[in-house]
């Protein structure tokens, strides 16, 4: 069982939320279109995923000038489940054929285009992933506190072949987010593709959504390049936030005028 | 002269100084069998008891083996097993003590010498591979690793960054800022140029290995300035090759600093860090022409402890060595020529040796004098080093060059780029 001391009512209160049932703010398939090309064309160099510093950003020409909306995702998770692996997926970068420890916190920025379903609006979420290697999350006091500060969503890991990053996961919600809190919370099981040593079953991640009722993605080691892989999971982060900062204005849909649902400082 | 040029390829073993028992192993592929380390490590011992420091020794099939103890309490090996390699003692030498600055880099001098449980000590040490295993592959494309020179890239107006960079490091609340281009360093405050030299060739690599991500706030120690109490390295990737760095203290946040200050500062100077990173292959301004037959050079100031290294990019045209073998050789060379007759840069006095390794003595070097000037000819290459009070140059060439013509290539060579940069 994955349930620890004191968090009935963590998860109490997770199940209250009520879950927008994916694609209904934002259309899922849009980067399969052929009129999301421009837009997905400017995070693409060739082949590969353009690398962006940070005083860079998506350059589109006048007439496709869209805004930008800039999150911070917390990547949490035991040591070895793949955190830095998973950021360096979703920006596209090359995933280190070696695992090593992250021994600080390592941000990456990933630019996401989106179409809204309602208006047809499209926006460019900047996502900040912040990874911080668990060990020295355990030696330094300073450090999660630090990825805490401000965050907008975190991603809770497991990995499929290591139970006890699975089990692990109710202590990583308690540690990084108060019950009221208003953080996007994911999980996500990394190396689904090695079944063969899979020690985390699909019954016990069925049990666990019921319980805990968050949204479960599966990432395996596809070859990175193509959207397809990463698209599901950057979609529903992107819903997941939208959502979030709708309920925050308190109004269900943004205006179009303004490009985004609340002031959100450094656009 | 041939087989002493080529690389072979090493080992790394870390034990506990007192009971030998193994604390981690890099390198190439294969392990070593536990026999041979604990042989290794037995050897070293047995010379303790008898009262003597085993410090080196060179197989009959020429590979070479380097014993360290560092502190008291970790003993570090350097094996290199290629039979006929290049691989010089102080190569080893200076791969050890580079591990060892990476461990106290990462985990703090305390932690390493205080260690109580061995076992947890393990898992710690795990997070320090990625630096020593940058180091064994040669730290990238530079020559810090061996010099403990900082690897420069010099910028033809490097006054506007210089601004950007005190001004933002100070807004930082720190007194320590640096920018790096592909690990190299453009400018740095003052107070970073202070840090010991083997700590500013650390920090540019601690940063290579963050080559993807935009930001960090890296817990790091300073193995000569601050061993046991962290600090925060905050880094941001300003483009993809251009990294600035602050050292600081418990303010400000990673966010703070990156939301409010970097933008501010950097915005405006986008161009000229594009500018930067063009050069970075070169590490020379363009206004520098160096002769049609220098295929690569080191030149180091002496003084600052700095050292710019360039090798000729681009088409090789047959008989000459590529680029990567040019700066291999280049390495090479300054460990030949440093180690033999210019001397080793060591902090301090130029022109005093070796002043830190009371094992190396005199006689190995074999000079009463200090040598200014040599050569090597090889069948791939020519190769000339100089040495000024305040310069060494370490110049490479091909081997259609006169050999009689090599000393006033060379010492031209230094006078250009001398008065045209003001390294």
Redesign the interface.
């Given at each position: 069982m994955i349930k620890s001391r004191g968090s009935a009512e963590l998860e109490a209160s997770f199940t209250m939320i009520p879950p927008q049932p994916p694609g209904s703010l934002i259309l899922i398939d849009w980067y399969r279109s052929a009129d999301s090309k421009e837009y997905f064309n400017r995070i693409k160099n060739k082949k590969q995923r353009r690398?962006?510093?940070?005083?860079?950003a998506p350059v589109l020409p006048p007439h496709l000038s869209v805004d930008t909306v800039r999150y911070?995702v917390f990547i949490s998770g035991k040591s070895g489940v793949g955190k830095t692996a998973l950021?360096?997926r979703l920006?596209g970068?090359?995933i280190p054929n070696m695992h090593?420890?992250t021994?600080?916190?390592?941000?990456?920025?990933v630019f996401w285009p989106v179409k809204l379903r309602d208006n047809g609006q499209v926006l460019f979420f900047r996502l900040?992933l912040w990874?911080c290697?668990e060990?020295?999350l355990r030696?330094?006091d300073?450090?999660l506190p630090?990825c805490k500060?401000?965050v907008d969503a975190i991603l809770f890991l497991f990995s499929f072949t290591d139970r006890a990053s699975f089990e692990d996961l109710s202590n990583q919600i308690a540690r990084s987010s108060e019950p009221s809190d208003s953080v996007v919370k994911l999980i996500v099981g990394t190396k689904f593709d090695l079944f063969m040593h899979a020690d985390v079953t699909d019954q016990d991640v069925r049990k666990f959504q019921e319980v805990w009722g968050l949204p479960v993605f599966r990432m395996g080691a596809d070859v990175v390049g193509a959207f397809g892989e990463v698209a599901p999971l950057l979609n529903a982060l992107a819903e997941s936030l939208w959502h979030q900062d709708c309920m925050m204005v308190g109004a269900a849909r943004p205006s179009p005028a303004t490009g985004g649902p609340g002031p959100r400082?450094?656009v | 002269m041939c087989a002493m040029l080529q690389a072979g390829s090493l080992h790394l073993l870390c034990l506990t100084a007192s009971s030998g028992v193994p604390l981690f192993s890099r390198g190439v592929s294969r392990q070593l069998p536990f026999s041979v380390i604990g042989s290794l490590n037995g050897v070293h011992m047995f010379g303790g008891g008898q009262g003597a420091v085993l410090s080196c020794c060179e197989t009959d099939s020429g590979g070479r083996v380097v014993w360290k103890v560092f502190q008291e309490s970790v003993m570090l090996i350097a094996v290199n097993g290629e039979q006929g390699g290049a691989v010089d003692d102080f190569q080893l030498r200076r791969l050890l003590e580079n591990t060892w600055n990476c461990m106290v880099l990462?985990l703090g001098q305390d932690e390493l010498v205080n260690a109580r449980n061995v076992e947890r000590l393990k898992?710690?040490l795990?997070?320090?591979?990625?630096l020593i295993?940058l180091f064994l592959e040669g730290a990238g494309d530079g020559m810090g690793d061996l010099t403990h020179c900082a690897d420069c890239l010099l910028v033809p107006q490097p006054g506007p960054l210089q601004e950007a960079l005190d001004t933002f490091t100070q807004a930082s609340e720190s007194e320590f800022g640096c920018l790096l281009v592909h690990g190299k360093v453009v400018v740095a405050t003052e107070k970073w140029w202070r840090l010991a030299p083997q700590e500013v060739v650390l920090l540019s690599a601690l940063v290579r290995?963050?080559s993807?991500?935009?930001?960090?706030?890296?817990?790091v120690f300073l193995p000569q300035g601050s061993p046991t109490v962290?600090l925060?390295?905050l880094r941001?990737?300003?483009?993809?090759g251009?990294d600035l760095c602050v050292l600081c203290g418990?303010a400000p946040?990673?966010?703070t600093a990156?939301?409010q200050l970097?933008?501010r500062f950097?915005?405006p100077l986008?161009e000229t860090?594009r500018g930067c990173l063009a050069l970075s292959g070169r590490c020379l301004p363009g206004s520098v022409k160096l002769h049609g037959d220098v295929l690569g050079l080191l030149l180091i100031n002496r003084e600052s402890r700095r050292a710019v290294s360039t090798v000729t990019p681009g088409d090789t045209p047959p008989g000459r060595p590529r680029p990567a073998r040019c700066r291999e050789l280049l390495r090479l060379f300054y460990v030949f020529a440093a180690t033999r007759y210019l001397g080793p840069e060591e902090a301090g006095v130029p022109g005093e040796r070796r002043q830190g390794d009371p094992l190396e003595e005199d006689f190995t070097l074999g000079f009463s004098h200090q040598p200014l000037q040599c050569y090597l000819v090889t069948e791939e290459c020519k190769l000339f080093g100089l040495q000024t009070p305040q310069h060494q140059l370490y110049l490479l060439m091909p081997v259609s060059v006169p050999t009689f013509a090599l000393r006033s290539l060379a010492t031209r060579t230094l006078s250009a780029l001398t008065s045209s940069t003001g390294f």
């Amino acid at each position: 069982m994955i349930k620890s001391r004191g968090s009935a009512e963590l998860e109490a209160s997770f199940t209250m939320i009520p879950p927008q049932p994916p694609g209904s703010l934002i259309l899922i398939d849009w980067y399969r279109s052929a009129d999301s090309k421009e837009y997905f064309n400017r995070i693409k160099n060739k082949k590969q995923r353009r690398r962006f510093g940070l005083l860079e950003a998506p350059v589109l020409p006048p007439h496709l000038s869209v805004d930008t909306v800039r999150y911070k995702v917390f990547i949490s998770g035991k040591s070895g489940v793949g955190k830095t692996a998973l950021a360096a997926r979703l920006s596209g970068l090359d995933i280190p054929n070696m695992h090593y420890e992250t021994t600080g916190i390592e941000s990456t920025v990933v630019f996401w285009p989106v179409k809204l379903r309602d208006n047809g609006q499209v926006l460019f979420f900047r996502l900040q992933l912040w990874d911080c290697g668990e060990n020295a999350l355990r030696r330094f006091d300073h450090l999660l506190p630090s990825c805490k500060e401000q965050v907008d969503a975190i991603l809770f890991l497991f990995s499929f072949t290591d139970r006890a990053s699975f089990e692990d996961l109710s202590n990583q919600i308690a540690r990084s987010s108060e019950p009221s809190d208003s953080v996007v919370k994911l999980i996500v099981g990394t190396k689904f593709d090695l079944f063969m040593h899979a020690d985390v079953t699909d019954q016990d991640v069925r049990k666990f959504q019921e319980v805990w009722g968050l949204p479960v993605f599966r990432m395996g080691a596809d070859v990175v390049g193509a959207f397809g892989e990463v698209a599901p999971l950057l979609n529903a982060l992107a819903e997941s936030l939208w959502h979030q900062d709708c309920m925050m204005v308190g109004a269900a849909r943004p205006s179009p005028a303004t490009g985004g649902p609340g002031p959100r400082p450094g656009v | 002269m041939c087989a002493m040029l080529q690389a072979g390829s090493l080992h790394l073993l870390c034990l506990t100084a007192s009971s030998g028992v193994p604390l981690f192993s890099r390198g190439v592929s294969r392990q070593l069998p536990f026999s041979v380390i604990g042989s290794l490590n037995g050897v070293h011992m047995f010379g303790g008891g008898q009262g003597a420091v085993l410090s080196c020794c060179e197989t009959d099939s020429g590979g070479r083996v380097v014993w360290k103890v560092f502190q008291e309490s970790v003993m570090l090996i350097a094996v290199n097993g290629e039979q006929g390699g290049a691989v010089d003692d102080f190569q080893l030498r200076r791969l050890l003590e580079n591990t060892w600055n990476c461990m106290v880099l990462v985990l703090g001098q305390d932690e390493l010498v205080n260690a109580r449980n061995v076992e947890r000590l393990k898992r710690d040490l795990r997070s320090c591979y990625r630096l020593i295993d940058l180091f064994l592959e040669g730290a990238g494309d530079g020559m810090g690793d061996l010099t403990h020179c900082a690897d420069c890239l010099l910028v033809p107006q490097p006054g506007p960054l210089q601004e950007a960079l005190d001004t933002f490091t100070q807004a930082s609340e720190s007194e320590f800022g640096c920018l790096l281009v592909h690990g190299k360093v453009v400018v740095a405050t003052e107070k970073w140029w202070r840090l010991a030299p083997q700590e500013v060739v650390l920090l540019s690599a601690l940063v290579r290995t963050f080559s993807g991500s935009s930001s960090c706030d890296h817990p790091v120690f300073l193995p000569q300035g601050s061993p046991t109490v962290p600090l925060r390295l905050l880094r941001f990737q300003l483009l993809p090759g251009a990294d600035l760095c602050v050292l600081c203290g418990p303010a400000p946040s990673l966010q703070t600093a990156e939301s409010q200050l970097v933008a501010r500062f950097w915005c405006p100077l986008v161009e000229t860090l594009r500018g930067c990173l063009a050069l970075s292959g070169r590490c020379l301004p363009g206004s520098v022409k160096l002769h049609g037959d220098v295929l690569g050079l080191l030149l180091i100031n002496r003084e600052s402890r700095r050292a710019v290294s360039t090798v000729t990019p681009g088409d090789t045209p047959p008989g000459r060595p590529r680029p990567a073998r040019c700066r291999e050789l280049l390495r090479l060379f300054y460990v030949f020529a440093a180690t033999r007759y210019l001397g080793p840069e060591e902090a301090g006095v130029p022109g005093e040796r070796r002043q830190g390794d009371p094992l190396e003595e005199d006689f190995t070097l074999g000079f009463s004098h200090q040598p200014l000037q040599c050569y090597l000819v090889t069948e791939e290459c020519k190769l000339f080093g100089l040495q000024t009070p305040q310069h060494q140059l370490y110049l490479l060439m091909p081997v259609s060059v006169p050999t009689f013509a090599l000393r006033s290539l060379a010492t031209r060579t230094l006078s250009a780029l001398t008065s045209s940069t003001g390294f």
